[in-house]
């Protein structure tokens, strides 16, 4: 958790989710990891920025550790016929509550606007313990003046759900955020109509509302409406592993040459931290050293005197690097050229889209977690993937792309000249 290397620490913070918070359930270690990382947070070892699996932007390691005990103490509220776990690993979740309370209470005053809403998103759900009920009226002014305007719309919901618990009146707050909710869907509406009236304001609109850094998990999550991943129908064969395209004969040199087998680099993926030697949050200079070759082309547009790097094709490994803010966001690896990119041994680069698509649909995604975007592409939100198709003389094969939470509106996100690669 406290290692030097950015990716290290990204993916350690993602086996807290996976191995301890998985499922919505807690285990037998959960709660001695929840008092040990309360331990952690006055590390200034925790000071470190980096982009997190769960949540879009940037945030502080401490800020993240804050958000996974949040997660904990939001799972410990629920029962065992909520699958949360057994009553023996629910109890012990439960012992630790207070514990944890005096760990983060210190916090809910932070400077780091991020730390402080963490903190008091995990001492809110944490004050659902009754030995811990005295607290509440100390906590209540900072759920209502903070948590419950934040751009991050799960912490609006646990503020919500909280004060209307501890009886206060929420009526203001629920009607402010249907009419949040009924703005944002007119504005999306008319933002992918490419005839309609208004579509350039609507964008505009668009782009200067404040990035919802909720996991995707927890977007329109709400207790008592717990959903398991729908099961595919008990006599309905899972689909075969994808196959990647053979490759154009040897010796052929075409425009639609297609790389063989033996030819691609292997690189295996990792969901929100990185895929092959890159890792996201990268700049173009630590790239050009993980890969060992420089850009072939590089693109940026330019705002007033400043210049914004948007994205750099590498032309030896076959992908294109893509950039928000100088950092790397998404990865897109050609369909003829690109890396042969493995997910749990499956193909995911150069293969029949449909059978991509068909796999992973039958991968037991999380409900709600597929969208497609406005040119059919298969966005699996749960997995910051997107398959693309390209072509390959009479053929299309998959063009995937790995993203960051912030690129799945592959509409708003990805450049023109990605968009014309097919």
């Not at 100390?138 to 009886?167: H, N, Q």
């Not at 309609?196 to 964008?203: L, P």
């Not at 030896?316 to 050609?334: K, P």
């Not at 298969?378 to 003389?393: C, E, K, N, T, W």
Request: a negative charge; aromatic letters at 8%.
């Amino acid at each position: 958790m406290l290692a030097p290397a950015p990716a290290r620490r990204v993916r350690a913070v993602g086996d807290l989710y996976r191995l301890l918070l998985n499922q919505e359930q807690v285990f037998p270690a959960t709660a001695p990891a929840a008092l040990v990382l309360a331990g952690l947070l006055d590390d200034p070892r925790t000071l470190a920025e980096d982009r997190w699996e769960r949540r879009a932007g940037r945030r502080s390691l401490r800020a993240e550790l804050l958000n996974w005990l949040a997660s904990f103490a939001d799972i410990a509220r629920l029962d065992v016929e909520d699958g949360a776990g057994t009553a023996q690993n629910l109890a012990a979740a439960r012992a630790a509550r207070p514990i944890l309370h005096d760990s983060i209470a210190d916090f809910c005053d932070a400077d780091d606007p991020l730390v402080k809403e963490a903190a008091l998103a995990a001492t809110a759900l944490l004050l659902a313990d009754p030995a811990l009920a005295s607290s509440v009226p100390r906590y209540a002014p900072a759920v209502r003046e903070v948590l419950a305007v934040s751009a991050d719309s799960y912490y609006r919901w646990i503020a919500r759900e909280r004060l209307a618990a501890w009886g206060e009146d929420v009526t203001s707050l629920v009607t402010t955020e249907e009419e949040r909710r009924a703005a944002l869907d007119r504005a999306h509406v008319l933002a992918e109509d490419p005839f309609g009236e208004g579509q350039e304001q609507a964008i505009r609109w668009l782009e200067e509302q404040p990035e919802d850094t909720a996991a995707p998990e927890r977007l329109g999550r709400r207790r008592g409406h717990r959903t398991a991943p729908i099961p595919a129908a008990l006599h309905e064969p899972a689909p075969e592993l994808p196959v990647a395209a053979l490759g154009s004969e040897v010796g052929y040199r075409g425009p639609w040459r297609i790389a063989r087998e033996e030819e691609r680099a292997e690189w295996t993926f990792t969901p929100y931290v990185g895929v092959g030697p890159l890792h996201f949050g990268m700049t173009l200079e630590e790239i050009t050293r993980a890969l060992g070759e420089g850009p072939a082309v590089s693109s940026y547009s330019h705002h007033g005197e400043d210049q914004q790097l948007n994205y750099a094709d590498f032309a030896e490994c076959g992908i294109r690097a893509l950039f928000r803010n100088g950092r790397l966001g998404c990865v897109a690896a050609d369909a003829l050229t690109g890396p042969q990119v493995s997910l749990e041994a499956a193909p995911l680069t150069g293969c029949a889209p449909s059978h991509v698509e068909d796999w992973l649909v039958h991968r037991a995604t999380r409900p709600g977690s597929l969208t497609y975007s406005v040119a059919g592409d298969p966005v699996f939100a749960d997995l910051g993937l997107a398959i693309r198709s390209q072509r390959a003389g009479d053929v299309v094969l998959t063009r995937p792309l790995f993203l960051l939470h912030d690129w799945l509106d592959l509409w708003h996100a990805l450049p023109s000249e990605e968009w014309n690669c097919s």
